[in-house]
């Protein structure tokens, strides 16, 4: 069975959630309080891998605003919960087919509902009809009998009727095989059994869950036998029968030496597989051990022996207990002993509900988390995950994600938890985490190249483009094809840059502006080792006659003030001239110029000449001071070209 889509309805904040899709990996994103636990908690119920929690509680989980209708209209008849569709698979279906015959299966989908009754209500599509006929056919009685039995339309009647035949060993056998198939029930009642023994467990996995760093053996064997075990001692158990044991077991002194290598096999497998995805520290292990308790210690750690868990750090040589350790890590192998452990018990035939996995760690262990989910645990069970993180929101699949919100309509009227099957809402907070991991993600793109070249803005980009694709035409030396030219704001966002998106030093360049202003972070720039030396380049090493200057000065002062004429559309009487009396950065003095113009002539924005420049280039191929402003281009782009073979 493979769940479809889900419901949720009368559940705490949730009146109807609406159906929503499930798919192999779903997840629900909304802020706090918006009813994701809910819906992880409403769809637990529906086949827990704990008992205990199993049941819907009116007093406690209904509606609470309409708890009081509820128990005047609804008495002796509560309202349903969830309810979930299924879908069969080809083992399902030919157990079912092999049976009752092809013609029993109307559908292969299957709907369960759980509510305040706490029982499982089936609905499955089987004819009766068909495969009581089914069953006559493949009996095995004369035909004269078969006959007889051809208009019945239900098994229960089927079984009573054979009864009635005159006495034969075919008869008997027939009868038997009735009662092993469907006993004194019906058809449907036969494959909502078996169904129900195969549906898939739940697993409900919440941030609090971790296993603790220590544990007293006593206490724990006293817990476990008044079934009083919280979740530290859970997934204590878990870890134990992982190894194959018990606190009993290894309360007995002479299995130390056989229990200290199971304990040591299990640390070294789990170790592996949570340092294949952690990329925080890779030079942790985790330790196991057990010895006799201190007097001193508090208890219950004073008496008896203890277990104890801590994780070694090999890069400085020390070990602390697993409590000390960072959250993160603690949560993280914590869910891989307890999910190791369900797929011990139940295999594969799981549905995870992760309740905000992962929520202590960082950006980036967050990005590992979600990784692994996608290729360890999506491929082997479905998987359904809530989360406000952007970090924890899979870009490339947007299709599985699932807002939830506490809806209110446009007069006021409160709707509860309301589940989106697409990612458009209207609440702003709700979609945060989406819009924050698409935009991060969108400007990781622009790093796409493996050599980027880092610009101040779009006038660069676009003068660098320009530059390019005049000295290709005439067969000069232009930017390398394999640099990727990113705008990223100005030189005092390269180090922002460079810390957030991560980007590899050796493969990156940067050009920049050399403004009075400017200069200092030019220097610290060069000094902070975010970049190796030599690949930051700025205008003036590229101007003569200048120690400041713009992209614009490469270009000239005297092509860049007729762009500057063409661009801005200016009347002769307004036009700057090519001459100028010392050297100056052509910026600058064309911001000057402006200033004294006219209050209606228009603004100067130092992207409109580029991109007149890049779209009107044929205009200017006759003008003098094109080929000295295509020079100094070509210095630069050589400088740059060479970073790809040579290095800095």
């Known amino acids: 069975m493979r769940l479809q889509a889900a419901q949720v309805e009368n559940f705490k904040l949730a009146n109807d959630t609406g159906r929503f899709r499930v798919d192999d990996l779903t997840c629900l994103v909304g802020k706090n309080e918006s009813g994701k636990t809910a819906i992880l908690k409403a769809l637990h ?30 008495a002796g008849n509560p309202d349903n919960v969830v309810t979930s569709w299924w879908h069969l698979d080809d083992v399902e279906r ?5 049976r009752f015959g092809p013609s029993a299966l109307v559908t292969d989908e299957v709907v369960v509902r759980r509510g305040y ?69 019906s058809v449907t009642e036969a494959v909502t059994d078996y169904l129900s023994v ?11 869950h971790t296993l603790p760093g220590q544990m007293s053996l006593d206490h724990f064997i006293e817990l476990e036998a008044q079934n009083q075990m919280t979740w530290p001692e859970k997934i204590f158990k878990a870890l134990l029968s992982l190894v194959g044991s018990s606190a009993q077991d290894i309360s007995r002194a002479a299995t130390y030496e056989a229990m200290k290598a199971d304990l040591e096999a299990v640390g070294l497998r789990l170790s592996r597989e949570i340092f294949e995805y952690w990329s925080q520290n890779r030079d942790l292990e985790v330790e196991f051990a057990f010895d006799q308790a201190r007097p001193a210690d508090p208890p219950p750690y004073d008496s008896g022996y203890v277990f104890r868990t801590r994780i070694r750090n090999r890069r400085h ?9 960072s959250t993160g890590f603690v949560w993280f192998f914590s869910f891989l002993i307890w999910f190791s452990q369900m797929q011990s018990e139940h295999g594969q035939d799981l549905v995870l509900l992760l309740d905000e996995p992962g929520l202590s760690l960082h950006g980036t262990a967050q990005a590992d988390l979600l990784r692994y989910i996608r290729e360890r645990l999506a491929p082997k069970c479905q998987v359904v995950y809530s989360t406000h993180s952007p970090f924890m929101v899979s870009t ?24 989106g099957d697409d990612v458009f809402s209207t609440d702003a907070e709700t979609l945060f985490p989406l819009r924050a991991a698409l935009g991060y993600d969108i400007t990781q793109t622009m790093f796409a190249g493996d050599h980027c070249l880092l610009v101040g803005g779009p006038s660069d980009l676009l003068y660098l483009t320009w530059a390019s694709e005049e000295l290709s035409a005439r067969g000069r030396i232009a930017l390398d094809r394999r640099w990727t030219i990113t705008p990223c704001g100005g030189i005092r966002k390269v180090g922002s840059f460079l810390n957030l998106f991560g980007v590899s030093q050796s493969h990156l360049a940067v050009f920049t502006d050399h403004a009075p202003g400017e200069k200092a972070t ?55 001239t090519r001459s100028r009396v010392v050297p100056a950065r052509v910026v600058k003095e064309v911001e000057d110029h402006f200033k004294t ?48 073979t040579s290095g800095p």
């Open 522 to 576: 030019v220097r610290s720039l060069r000094e902070a080792g975010l970049l190796q030396d030599g690949l930051v380049l700025t205008a003036d090493m590229f101007v003569l006659a200048q120690d400041e200057a713009d992209t614009e000065d490469l270009v000239g002062r005297g092509l860049y003030s007729q762009v500057v004429n063409k661009a801005f559309a200016l009347p002769a009487a307004q036009w700057m």
């Open 317 to 325: 040589g020390v070990s602390v207990s697993f409590d000390e350790r």
């Open 198 to 208: 195969n549906m898939p467990t739940f697993v409900y996995y919440a941030n609090y």
């Open 396 to 419: 490339n699949n947007l299709l599985s994600l699932r807002t939830v919100e506490d809806a209110v309509t446009r007069s006021g009227e409160v709707r509860g938890t309301v589940v």
């Open 117 to 185: 009754l706490n029982t499982n209500d089936w609905t499955v599509p089987i004819d009766e009809t068909a495969a009581t006929r089914h069953l006559v056919d493949h009996s095995g009685l004369s035909a004269a009998d078969a006959d007889r039995l051809w208009s019945i339309s239900s098994a229960q009647t089927l079984v009573q009727s054979v009864q009635a035949l005159d006495a034969s060993t075919t008869r008997d056998t027939f009868a038997q095989r009735l009662r092993d198939l469907v006993g004194d029930g």
């Open 597 to 644: 113009l006219p209050v209606h002539a228009p603004v100067f924005d130092r992207l409109v000449p580029a991109a007149y420049l890049l779209e009107h280039k044929r205009e200017f191929e006759g003008d003098p001071d094109l080929d000295s402003a295509l020079d100094r281009f070509a210095r630069l782009f050589d400088t740059l070209n060479r970073f790809l």
């Open 45 to 74: 119920r529906l086949n827990p891998d704990d008992a205990d929690g199993r049941d819907f509680d009116i007093e406690t989980e209904y509606p609470r605003f309409r708890l009081f209708e509820y128990k005047q209209r609804h």
């Open 94 to 98: 030919r157990w079912i087919t092999d």
